[in-house]
């Protein structure tokens, strides 16, 4: 896709990789539309960017019903949604809190489902845009600690490989961020579990959870989006599990060949 000007939103654009995102889009010519809960963060990196800032909880329902038409009201239709937000977990799953779950669930992924519907009628009648979802190593395989966010993350792979075969034959595009450790505090928790310990030195001994930076995740993200890319995955030593996990996408999608799916163009 052509970025010049193109409308990108981003969730959880006020730290970490949404910021870095937000960065990345502008550098490419996007005009971004920034939503985190944090106004005074979002308002000041949209400031700095040309961007304008949208401050939600995207916990509470409504607001996440409203969101996509307060976004199309005040900056015009959406070529790119970002589903950045999210919240993770880091204790082992009889340790974790309902309300936690549920927290972690909505987020993660039942309102990257929602804004996607919230903007996806509009992207079919321009026949025009793309969609990105932010997912996670721990979507791809069960790491002890991470159950349910790996779950949602997984949940979120699956969501947009299907989406993406009912858009086959349309010129809206998905693509999957799929990262492992990245150096933001998201990460900086998960170290913080001593009872995690072991397997990050396990598998730190095997040289598997090489760090990147949000910014290094963004880049990549702007250009898969620019060249309809699938997949951001990272770290390259470990995507063998991206391509078994993908696997049965690919069959699927190799015996529906031909048939027709979703919104035909016109």
């Known amino acids: 896709m052509e970025l010049t000007n193109a409308h990108v939103v981003i969730t959880g654009g006020s730290r970490g990789i949404g910021a870095a995102m937000a960065r990345a889009f502008a550098d490419a010519g996007a005009e971004v539309s920034l939503v985190a809960r944090s106004a005074d963060a979002i308002k000041e990196l ?22 996509i038409p307060r976004i199309e009201q005040d900056a015009g239709a959406v070529d790119v949604l970002v589903n950045n937000a999210g919240l993770d977990t880091n204790q082992f799953f009889h340790t974790v809190d309902i309300g936690q779950i549920r927290d972690v669930s909505a987020l993660n992924l039942e309102v990257p489902m929602v804004l996607t519907r919230a903007v996806i009628g509009g992207m079919l009648a321009r026949n025009r845009g793309h969609l990105v ?7 791809s395989s069960g790491f ?21 075969m009912e ?4 010129e809206i595009h998905a693509t999957v961020v799929a990262p ?11 170290e913080t579990q001593e009872k995690l310990a072991p397997m990050l030195k396990r598998l730190r001994a095997a040289q598997l959870i ?14 898969a989006v620019i060249a309809n890319r699938r997949h951001v995955r990272t770290p390259r030593r470990l995507a063998l599990n991206g391509m078994l996990r993908e696997a049965p996408t690919r069959i699927t999608e190799a015996v529906l060949a031909g048939v027709p799916l979703g919104p035909q163009p016109k």
């Not at 949209?46 to 969101?67: I, K, S, T």
């Not at 002890?144 to 993406?164: C, E, M, S």
């Not at 858009?167 to 349309?170: A, C």
């Open 210 to 223: 090489p760090m990147k930076t949000p910014t290094y995740i963004a880049e990549q993200t702007v250009a």
């Open 46 to 67: 949209a400031g700095e960017l040309g961007g304008r800032a949208f401050p939600a909880d995207l916990l509470d329902p409504n607001q996440v019903d409203e969101l």
């Open 180 to 190: 492992g450790p990245v150096d933001t505090d998201m990460w900086g928790h998960l």
């Open 133 to 139: 979802f932010t997912s996670s190593l721990a979507g």
């Open 167 to 170: 858009l086959k034959d349309t």
């Open 144 to 164: 002890p600690g991470l159950a349910v966010y790996g779950a949602t993350k997984a949940g979120l792979t699956n969501f947009a490989a299907a989406l993406r």
